[in-house]
């Protein structure tokens, strides 16, 4: 479904693809997941999407967001908004489907193949603009999590539909216990 010469650019909802790779019980390792699509055909850009809290003084996510953008991928982030709702708990808002939206259709006009990695059915408008402007577009998600995390309407609205499940051996991290096992029986046989 990838053409070697055709002009590409990833839009990762953060937040989605997290929720889609923990569902299915494996990490993202986002220098492979680049790589990968940098085989697949010219990667034009590669844009990241979350929305982080401010206000801690560390976030978990900040170390992952340093290294993305020193390693060739757009950063695109915003303060997440934190409220208490009508029952009393602490929540925490951050969308950051308008900033892909509007990135995604400047892109347009410079790419070939969009592949979108969210599952969030609001896309379907957004992939059929893209769509009606010339390009191909890739969807990567899950149907096999338990419910599914992709919306059924942005699955049939997309060109190609990519199940995350069959990335895992090409984009996933080894869980940190089979790190270690790998390691020690490395360092085993060294001896």
């Known amino acids: 479904m990838?053409?070697?010469?055709?002009?590409?650019?990833?839009?990762?909802?953060?937040?989605?693809?997290?929720?889609?790779a923990r569902a299915l019980g494996f990490d993202i390792d986002y220098k492979l997941l680049r790589s990968e699509f940098v085989r697949r055909g010219k990667l034009v850009r590669a844009f990241y999407y979350t929305a982080m809290l401010e206000t801690d003084e560390y976030s978990p996510i900040r170390p992952l967001v340093d290294w993305l953008n020193y390693n060739g991928f757009a950063m695109v982030t915003k303060p997440a908004k934190e409220f208490t709702d009508s029952m009393g708990r602490r929540k925490v808002k951050g969308n950051m489907d308008i900033e892909l939206a509007v990135d995604a259709m400047e892109m347009a006009p410079h790419i070939d193949h969009m592949v979108l990695f969210s599952g969030d059915g609001d896309f379907k408008p957004l992939v059929e603009s893209i769509q009606r402007q010339g390009v191909r577009v890739s969807v990567v998600s899950t149907i096999r999590s338990s419910p599914p995390m992709i919306s059924d309407e942005l699955r049939r609205q997309c060109d190609n539909f990519i199940e995350l499940e069959e990335l895992r051996e090409v984009i996933g991290r080894p869980p940190r216990g089979e790190q270690v096992s790998s390691r020690v029986i490395a360092e085993a046989s060294d001896d």
Request: charged share 25%; hydrophobic share 55%; glycine share 6%.
């Open 2 to 20: 990838f053409y070697r010469d055709e002009r590409l650019a990833l839009f990762i909802d953060g937040a989605n693809l997290y929720a889609a």
